[in-house]
């Protein structure tokens, strides 16, 4: 079964830094794209960032130039370094496969908080 385990979150101050993990198992990792999602309440979950087998990224608007995903394939884990941290990057961050997350796949999330 496919599990993605995300792990990282916290309390931080705007303008400050964190690094997200997520570890999969179940799935032949080097063969999907990967992706960091976000949910705050109320809202449905949207793209962050995704990453091919191969590393090609790309980078949703609101967070270019200031996140950086990455994938360590022989581990079998997805990462996402975030500078510069805005209030409205508040939200529970996941990790699925892209470009169709598996409903299967949706682990607990991990919480980040900006605020002063």
């Known amino acids: 079964q496919v599990q993605f385990v995300e792990s990282g979150g916290g309390l931080v101050q705007p303008g400050g830094s964190l690094r997200l993990s997520c570890a999969a198992s179940?799935?032949?990792?080097?063969?999907?794209?990967l992706a960091w999602y976000r949910q705050v309440p109320g809202k449905q979950r949207d793209l962050v960032a995704s990453i091919t087998g191969g590393g090609s990224r790309n980078y949703s608007d609101s967070v270019k130039e200031r996140f950086t995903i990455s994938r360590d394939n022989a581990k079998g884990a997805v990462f996402l370094q975030m500078n510069s941290l805005k209030p409205e990057d508040t939200a529970v961050y996941y990790c699925n496969i892209y470009p169709f997350p598996l409903s299967t796949g949706w682990g607990q999330g991990t919480q980040v908080t900006v605020s002063s």
């Open positions: 179940g799935v032949r990792f080097s063969g999907y794209t």
